[in-house]
């Protein structure tokens, strides 16, 4: 059963720091890219980053040079490392994927979700 559980959310303050942590099941991270969207209250679901083993990376414009997608070598767990966080920042963040191995998923969307986690910055 294909499965995507993220974790890693909470509160920091502006400035600071978090690493959020994306485990799948049911699909290969060799194969598929994942992707990270996020979703602030009254705005439409964005995708920031996504990560493919045969795409490569892509970021949205509002994160570059802040957060890095990254897999764990040889393990079904995709990381979203968010450095100089902003409160414009705030959001729900979701890990997903469309079972293909391209990082338009990002501008596409996806089909399947994990249930999100909560990432609120403020001071």
């Known amino acids: 059963q294909l499965q995507l559980v993220e974790s890693g959310g909470g509160l920091v303050q502006p400035g600071g720091s978090l690493r959020l942590s994306c485990v799948v099941s049911?699909?290969?991270?060799?194969?598929?890219?994942v992707g990270w969207f996020r979703q602030a209250p009254g705005q439409e679901r964005e995708g920031v980053a996504c990560?493919?083993?045969?795409?490569?990376?892509y970021y949205a414009d509002s994160v570059k040079g802040r957060f890095t997608v990254s897999r764990e070598p040889y393990r079904n767990t995709v990381y979203l490392q968010m450095n100089s966080l902003k409160p414009e920042d705030t959001a729900v963040y979701y890990c997903?994927?469309?079972?293909?191995?391209?990082?338009?998923?990002?501008?596409?969307?996806?089909?399947?979700w994990g249930q999100g986690t909560q990432v609120t910055v403020s001071s």
């Open positions: 997903a994927t469309d079972l293909e191995p391209w990082v338009r998923l990002c501008r596409r969307g996806a089909n399947y």
């Open positions: 049911g699909f290969s991270l060799d194969y598929y890219a």
């Open positions: 990560f493919s083993s045969k795409d490569g990376t």
